[in-house]
């Protein structure tokens, strides 16, 4: 049997549609839940390591000192997926700068698929929305490929050769999701340009989040190969 391990770094922020992927495509599911404990899997006891979010910094290594193992932990041989703060720590393990964007980027805005630097193996649509939930934003790693931006962070998506995609945005929300995060985010909704209310962010149609997670699941068949 496959074997996917998670980094998951707050209770609220969990696999999402991933999972839904992972069962159909007959994954053995581990994780390490690392507000609870930092325990390790040894690298040669998973296929495919998945990175979640969570609303610190890679650079709170004094407040969250496992960030630095879980950093010494990751590395580009198997698959892998980072999203958002798992993207921002790949791009950290590459030697890339992580630093606060410009603006916070909140709810549900389009990405733009970068023309010129389209990946020949993963692809975006030229134009899809999707749920944001980040302050913080990086620089692309030597030898990353970028693919998508937004009207408000540039750098929203890269690969590292044909095995690593770092994601910056949530394409695995879901209904569930997207709650938990306002519940226990909601001292950031300082209604602005790129941040949504909470109504708003609710109210969306739910043809959203299927064109969303749809949108994973193409990108999940691609990087672990079963399309």
């Known amino acids: 049997m496959k074997r996917a391990h998670y980094f998951q770094h707050v209770s609220f922020e969990g696999l999402g549609a991933i999972k839904l992927w992972l069962d159909d495509n007959d994954y053995q599911i581990t994780s390490t839940a690392f507000y609870e404990s930092n325990q390790l899997p040894t690298p040669e006891e998973i296929d495919f ?48 700068q992580i630093y606060p964007n410009p603006q916070k980027e909140i709810g549900w805005y389009p990405i733009q698929s970068v023309s010129g630097n389209q990946s020949d193996k993963f692809k975006f649509d030229e134009a899809l929305t999707v749920f944001h939930w980040h302050g913080e934003t990086f620089d692309l790693p030597q030898d ?7 009207d408000a962070c540039l750098h929203q998506a890269f690969s590292l050769g044909s095995n690593a995609l770092a994601l910056q945005f949530h394409l695995e929300t879901t209904i569930e999701l997207s709650k938990a995060l306002i519940e226990n985010c909601a001292d950031e909704l300082l209604v602005s340009e790129y941040i949504q209310s909470a109504e708003t962010m609710q109210s969306v149609p739910v043809v959203l989040y299927e064109r969303a997670n749809q949108a994973l699941f193409e990108l999940l068949d691609t990087l672990l190969g079963t399309n």
């Open 49 to 96: 390591l998945i990175i979640m979010g969570g609303p610190m910094s890679v650079n709170d290594h004094r407040q969250y000192p496992w960030l630095e193992k879980e950093k010494a932990f990751i590395q580009l041989g198997k698959p892998l997926l980072g999203i958002c703060l798992g993207a921002q720590l790949i791009a950290s393990v590459c030697g890339a």
């Open 144 to 150: 990353a490929k970028w693919l998508a931006c937004s």
